[in-house]
């Protein structure tokens, strides 16, 4: 199966948003990935929905939000207006995580679940059958261009196990320092959809870069 090619949109050049968005158009990637944090549940701050708006004008493929702020059950129904496609949000951000997936399923958006890396995928036994994603953070969220953490190979094998093992059908996203290296292993643990910012948009050719992803062999 070929993977989903999500580019995150946290490492294109916002003075130029309107042209990277146009080439992601153009290119092989699937997603849109849009990072919206709070300074909160990570120490960094990205954009809200004004920026995200104006990706969606131009944007003609799924917005992927991943949502790194805390209580997000306060702002569903605004991201789903401003245009998110899919919205994950974290393990560790929410008190009533069964009640927040189905506050974003009632939107008509897919609902997503992100751990970080400290956070064990034993923990979602109870509701993995409510999600229709996994993000897997592979390196402690807030910042692009960090390294990626070995240990999130074993975690794919987990959660994968765990998917099988409730009859699930959620997707399993990997979401930090993926790039051509990793990508192979990633997909052959049971990876379905890559994201990937640095290795896309500091490349000298990101449409050749997303067509060498999506073409990682699985
Ligand atoms: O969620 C995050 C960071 O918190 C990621 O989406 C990064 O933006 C991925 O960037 P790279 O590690 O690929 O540069």
Redesign the pocket.
């Known amino acids: 199966m070929t993977p989903i090619i999500a580019p ?1 949109v ?2 294109s050049d916002f003075a130029n948003l309107q042209l990277e968005v146009e080439m992601l158009n153009k290119s092989q990637a699937d997603w849109l ?1 849009i ?1 919206i ?1 709070d300074g909160r549940f ?1 120490p ?1 701050l990205s954009f809200g929905f004004p920026v995200m708006e104006g990706i969606k004008r131009y944007a003609q493929k799924p917005m992927d939000v ?1 949502l ?1 702020i805390v209580e997000p059950e306060q702002y569903i129904e605004q991201f789903r207006a401003a245009g998110a496609d899919t919205i994950t949000v974290h393990y560790e951000a929410c008190t009533h995580l069964h009640r927040t997936l189905q506050q974003i399923k009632a939107t008509g958006a897919k609902a997503g679940i992100a751990l970080n890396p400290h956070t064990p995928v034993a923990l979602l036994e109870d509701v993995i059958s409510d999600a229709d994603m996994v993000l897997l ?10 390294k ?1 953490i070995e240990n999130t190979y074993r975690k794919i094998e987990a959660l994968k196990n765990l998917i099988i093992a409730r009859n699930s059908k959620a997707l399993i996203e990997i ?5 051509q290296h990793n990508a192979p292993l990633l997909l052959e643990k049971g990876a379905d959809v890559l ?8 490349s000298a050719d990101p449409l050749q870069t997303i067509a060498d992803l999506k073409s990682s062999s699985k």
């Open positions: 995150s946290l490492a990935h990072d944090m990570v960094n991943h790194m953070m592979s390196v402690n969220p807030g910042f692009g261009g960090q990626f979401d930090g320092g993926v790039n994201v990937a910012g640095s290795f896309v948009f500091s």
